[in-house]
């Protein structure tokens, strides 16, 4: 097995000069340093992951930690195609940079960071009374955090914006009556999608039409009872389960789609795609999401000087049957 020695002996270097340039360490000239490293590749060296642990006092590892989508600690991986999108894009950009990727549950302990030697942390959808803000790791958050006391880098979507976009495109339809179905969460990403909302119906003089999918309205026949009294011909749902549950109710209810009720989903999914008929979405790009978020923290933990700010991931709507135009926007 190729050493450290049979480097420095290859580059006419010391160990020290060699274990400075392999860690991008230490006042090198650039010659001295590129003759190292061609050195280690041409004798195929592998640096000892554990001894450059116990040098740089860091393990290479992130986690990503879940958002609780109910009251009470949800498992590790929430059943949606999306969040497995977010980790899937954060484990690519984490293994480029030659970091390993760990993904924590909602209400995940702070003592994580110190029994698993963790570097840093993104913080999914976070509500900001997450223990891990408390340690002082870096954190990156995809979404904003409910906490104004919390200034952490951010990677989200503007879906006040998006909400327009959608809502726009129920206007070219003919619908005049659009509703908002959200779920009780209480995520920073559901508050602009109603913020966008309120603003678009409010600037064209029409009727707020707000629906909660809680305990309260017990089913998702509730919700288009509800919607029918309140008139609606259009909805936009918070999440791609609700758009599903709503598409199904609406049909056992007789409703047609679009042709009485248009609908679209504020995140998108294959799923939407299996239905009759399929369901308009705005697409969030998860897989660049998670993977933007990944290395913002790990520039950060890089480069403590990176400053803080949020990444805004463009969003694409994608139109489908179920709000009637069947072209990709």
């Not at 110190?114 to 995809?142: H, L, M, N, Y």
């Not at 809502?167 to 920073?188: K, M, Q, W, Y």
């Not at 309120?198 to 089913?219: D, F, H, K, N």
């Amino acid at each position: 097995m190729v050493s450290i020695r049979d480097v420095a002996s290859a580059a006419g270097v010391s160990l020290t000069t060699v274990s400075h340039a392999l860690n991008n360490r230490g006042r090198i000239a650039e010659e001295t340093r590129d003759r190292i490293l061609e050195a280690a590749r041409e004798l195929g060296y592998q640096a000892n992951a554990h001894a450059q642990q116990l040098v740089t006092r860091r393990s290479r590892i992130i986690a990503i930690q879940m958002p609780a989508l109910d009251v009470s600690a949800g498992p590790a991986l929430p059943q949606s195609a999306y969040f497995l999108d977010l980790i899937n894009g954060a484990a690519a950009a984490a293994d480029e940079s030659r970091y390993a990727l760990v993904v924590t549950p909602s209400g995940g302990k702070a003592n994580i960071l110190g029994s698993f030697a963790i570097d840093g942390a993104i913080i999914v959808d976070p509500q900001g009374s997450e223990s891990i803000f408390g340690t002082g790791a870096p954190i990156v958050t995809i979404g904003a955090t409910l906490s104004e006391s919390h200034d952490v880098m951010a990677v989200d979507n503007d879906h006040a914006i998006a909400a327009r976009v959608v809502l726009d495109h129920f206007a070219e339809n003919g619908c005049t009556r659009p509703a908002a179905v959200i779920d009780d969460t209480h995520r920073s990403y559901v508050g602009d999608v109603l913020s966008g909302y309120s603003a678009w119906v409010r600037e064209r003089g029409a009727q707020e039409i707000v629906v909660t999918a809680s305990s309260a309205l017990r089913t998702m026949d509730d919700v288009i009872m509800k919607l029918r009294q309140e008139c609606a011909d259009a909805v936009y749902a918070s999440s791609d389960d609700l758009a599903l549950a709503l598409l199904d109710a609406a049909l056992r209810a007789g409703m047609q789609v679009p042709g009485e009720l248009a609908i679209a989903s504020a995140v998108d999914s294959k799923s939407l795609t299996l239905t009759t008929p399929q369901i308009s979405a705005t697409n969030l790009f998860p897989f660049r999401t998670g993977g933007t978020a990944a290395r913002l923290l790990i520039e950060r933990l890089e480069d403590a000087s990176v400053a803080e700010h949020t990444r805004l991931i463009p969003t694409q709507f994608v139109a489908r049957a179920s709000s009637a135009i069947t072209t990709v926007l």
